[in-house]
C-alpha cells in the first residue's frame, strides 16, 4: 500500500505557493549566515560553547531546521492527512513571527544583548506554539498511516517541551532568574534535536521514502514500537538532564541507537522493494544522513562518558545538527521543493513539467562535495582544537549552502521558463 496518492486529488489542499516558499528560501539564507557565523567565531570553539557557537547552532535549529520543517509540514501534511490546513493566513503569521524572532535572538546573543535575546526567543516560541496548534488541528481524529501520525504527535508533544523550556532560558538572559541552567540547556537541546526535529524526521520519512521511491510503506507494527521506545528515550533524556542523572541519559542513547536500527532497516527495506530504478541525487545526502543519526548518539554517549575531551559537547552537538538533521533536511529540501513547484507550474497549454525537467543536479553535487568536506574539516578541527581547520571547514559550508541557494534559484527559473512556454 503507498502512504500517499500525489494526485489531482491533493491540489484542493495545496496552499498558496508563496506559503511554504517563502520557509524555504529564508532557510537557504540562514544557513548561509549560520556557517559565516561560525566561520568568524571559529576560535571560540577551542575554548568550548560560547554565544557565537550558540548563535551558530541557533541559526540552524531555529532558522533552518525549525523553518523548513514548518513550511513542509503546512504544505504536506494536508496532502497526507487529506485535511486542509485551518487558515494559510496563519500559516503566514508564523513566518512573520519566527524570522524576526531569531534575527533578534541570534543579533543580541551575538552583541551580549540579553534582553534583546529574551524578546527574539519569545517571539520564537510564539511561532512555534501557533505551528504547535496548526499542526494538532491538523493531526486531530486523523486514523490513517499510524507510523506517521505517532511520530508526528510525539513530535508535537517534544516541541511542546522545548517551547517551555526555550521560552524560559531566553527570558533568563534578560532577567537572570534561573540559578542552574544547564541541566535545563540541556533538557532543551535535546528535545530540540532529537525531539521535535527527530520524530517530525523520521515520521514524514515513511510518507516522503515511499513517495520519492514509489514502493510501499515499511512494516506498521515494528515501526510503531520504535516509535515508543523513541518516546520513551526523549522521556529519559529529558529527566535524567534536569536531575543531572548521566545514567538515564546514556540509557536513553541505548535506546535511542535501537530507534534508529529499527528505522535504518525501514529505510532500507523502503528502498530495496521501490519501483523507481533511478531515486537522484538527493538521496545520497538522505543515505549519509541515515549514517550519522546513530554516530550521533555513539558520539553522544562517548561524550557523556568523557572520552571526547573537552570538546566533547560540541562534537556531539556539531554532528547531530551540522550532520543528521542538516544533511537529512538538505536532501529532503532538494527533492520536496521541486515536487511541490511542479504542482504550482502549469504552462500557457495546461501542461505541468516532469520533476526531473525542474531539478539541476549539478549545483546539488557541488553542495554534497563541499557540505561533506566542511563536516569533515569541522568535525577534525575540533577534535584537535585547531581553530583555522574549523574556520576552513566553516568556509566550505558556505559554498555549500551557497550552492544549494543556487539550485532554488534554479529552479525557480525553470519553472518560470515552463510557465512562458507554450
Known amino acids: 500500500m503507498f502512504p500517499v496518492d500525489p494526485s489531482q486529488n491533493a491540489r484542493g489542499r495545496l496552499l498558496p505557493p508563496s506559503v511554504p516558499f517563502r520557509f524555504f528560501a529564508t532557510a537557504m539564507v540562514f544557513q548561509i549566515v549560520a556557517w559565516a557565523v561560525l566561520a568568524v567565531y571559529a576560535g571560540d ?12 547552532l541557533h541559526l540552524i535549529t531555529l532558522g533552518v531546521l525549525a523553518m523548513t520543517a514548518i513550511g513542509a509540514t503546512y504544505q504536506l501534511l494536508p496532502v497526507a492527512t487529506k485535511r486542509p490546513v485551518r487558515s494559510p493566513l496563519l500559516c503566514t503569521l508564523t513566518y512573520w513571527l519566527l524570522t524576526p524572532g531569531v534575527l533578534l535572538l541570534i543579533g543580541g ?6 534582553m534583546v535575546a529574551a524578546l527574539g526567543g519569545a517571539l520564537a516560541g510564539a511561532a512555534l506554539s501557533l505551528y504547535l496548534i496548526l499542526l494538532v488541528d491538523n493531526l486531530l481524529n486523523v486514523k490513517e498511516m499510524p507510523v506517521v501520525i505517532v ?7 517534544a516541541l511542546l517541551a522545548t517551547i517551555g523550556l526555550g ?7 534578560g ?3 534561573l540559578p542552574d541552567r ?12 532529537y525531539g521535535f526535529m527527530g520524530m517530525m524526521s523520521m515520521g514524514l520519512s515513511h510518507v516522503l521514502i515511499p513517495m520519492f521511491a514509489l514502493a510501499p510503506a515499511a512494516e506498521t507494527r515494528p515501526n510503531l514500537i520504535g516509535a515508543g521506545l523513541a518516546m520513551a528515550a526523549l522521556l529519559l533524556a529529558g529527566l535524567g538532564s534536569v536531575l543531572h542523572l548521566d545514567a538515564l541519559v546514556a540509557l536513553a542513547a541505548l535506546l535511542g541507537l535501537a530507534v534508529a536500527a529499527i528505522y535504518g532497516r525501514a529505510m532500507v527495506g523502503i528502498v530495496k522493494k521501490r519501483m523507481r530504478k533511478q531515486l537522484g541525487f538527493f538521496f545520497t545526502h538522505l543515505r549519509l544522513a541515515w549514517i550519522l543519526l546513530p554516530a550521533s548518539l555513539a558520539a553522544g554517549l562517548l561524550a557523556l562518558a568523557g572520552l571526547l575531551g573537552e570538546r566533547g559537547p560540541l562534537i556531539f552537538g556539531f554532528l547531530l545538527v551540522f550532520g543528521w538533521l542538516l544533511t537529512f533536511l538538505t536532501g529532503t529540501l532538494s527533492r520536496i521543493m521541486p ?27 557541488i553542495q554534497f562535495g563541499l557540505h561533506l568536506g566542511a563536516l569533515l574539516l569541522v568535525l577534525g578541527g575540533l577534535a584537535g582544537g585547531w581553530a583555522d581547520v574549523i574556520r576552513l571547514g566553516a568556509l566550505l559550508g558556505i559554498g555549500g549552502a551557497v550552492a544549494l541557494a543556487g539550485y532554488g534559484i534554479e ?12
Open 45 to 56: 570553539t577551542v575554548g568550548g560553547i560560547s554565544w557565537g557557537v550558540l548563535a551558530a
Open 167 to 173: 521560552i524560559a532560558l531566553a527570558l533568563n538572559l
Open 151 to 157: 511520530h508526528i504527535w510525539g513530535a508535537a508533544a
Open 411 to 422: 529552479l525557480w527559473r525553470r519553472c518560470l521558463a515552463h510557465i512562458r512556454s507554450a
Open 182 to 193: 544547564a541541566g535545563l540547556l540541556q533538557a532543551h537541546a535535546l528535545l530540540a534535536t
Open 109 to 114: 546573543l551575538l552583541g551580549g544583548q540579553g
Open 339 to 365: 515536487f511541490l513547484a511542479s504542482m504550482h507550474t502549469v504552462s500557457q497549454s495546461g501542461r505541468t513539467p516532469l520533476l526531473s525537467a525542474l531539478m539541476a543536479e549539478r549545483p546539488l553535487r
Open 175 to 177: 532577567l537572570g532568574y
